[in-house]
C-alpha cells in the first residue's frame, strides 16, 4: 500500500557531487519527518540527515556543510545532496519515511517505512 523507491546511488570520485532521490506513493495519508541513513560493510546503520515536514533538518556531524537534504511534500519525494564526497561516505544509503496511510475503509495507520537502499561508492 506504500512503496518507497530510490534513485540516484553509483560511483563517485573523492571532491565529487552525488544526488539521491527517494518518492514515496501509495494510499498516504500524510508524511512527518523524512531522512536518510546509511550502512558501511560491518558498520551498524547510521543516520546521516533528518527534516522535518516544516523543513528543519539535522545531519551527522561527519556531513555537515557537505550533504543538504531537501523535500518536496507535493511531490512525497526527499534529496540528499552529497557534495565533497570522501571515501568514507562509502555505504548503502537508506531512505526513511514517517507517514500515515489508509489501512483500509476509514482507518488510518502509522508506518515507519524503508527504501529498497542505494549503494553508494566512493573512490578514485
Known amino acids: 500500500q506504500v512503496r518507497l523507491v530510490e534513485s540516484g546511488g553509483g560511483l563517485g570520485q573523492p571532491g565529487e557531487s552525488l544526488r539521491l532521490s527517494c518518492a514515496a506513493s501509495?494510499?498516504?495519508?500524510?508524511?512527518?519527518?523524512m531522512g536518510w541513513y546509511r550502512q558501511a560493510p560491518g558498520q551498524q546503520r547510521e543516520l546521516v540527515a533528518l527534516?522535518?515536514?516544516?523543513?528543519?533538518?539535522n545531519y551527522a556531524d561527519s556531513v555537515k556543510g557537505r550533504f543538504t537534504i531537501s523535500r518536496d511534500n507535493a511531490k512525497n519525494t526527499v534529496y540528499l545532496q552529497m557534495n565533497s564526497l570522501k571515501p568514507e561516505d562509502t555505504a548503502v544509503y537508506y531512505c526513511?519515511?514517517?507517514?500515515?496511510?489508509?489501512?483500509?475503509?476509514?482507518?488510518?495507520?502509522?508506518?515507519?517505512?524503508w527504501g529498497q537502499g542505494t549503494l553508494v561508492t566512493v573512490s578514485s
Open positions: 527534516i522535518t515536514r516544516s523543513g528543519s533538518t
Open positions: 526513511n519515511v514517517r507517514l500515515t496511510y489508509y489501512s483500509g475503509g476509514y482507518y488510518l495507520d502509522d508506518l515507519d517505512a
Open positions: 501509495g494510499s498516504i495519508f500524510s508524511i512527518t519527518d
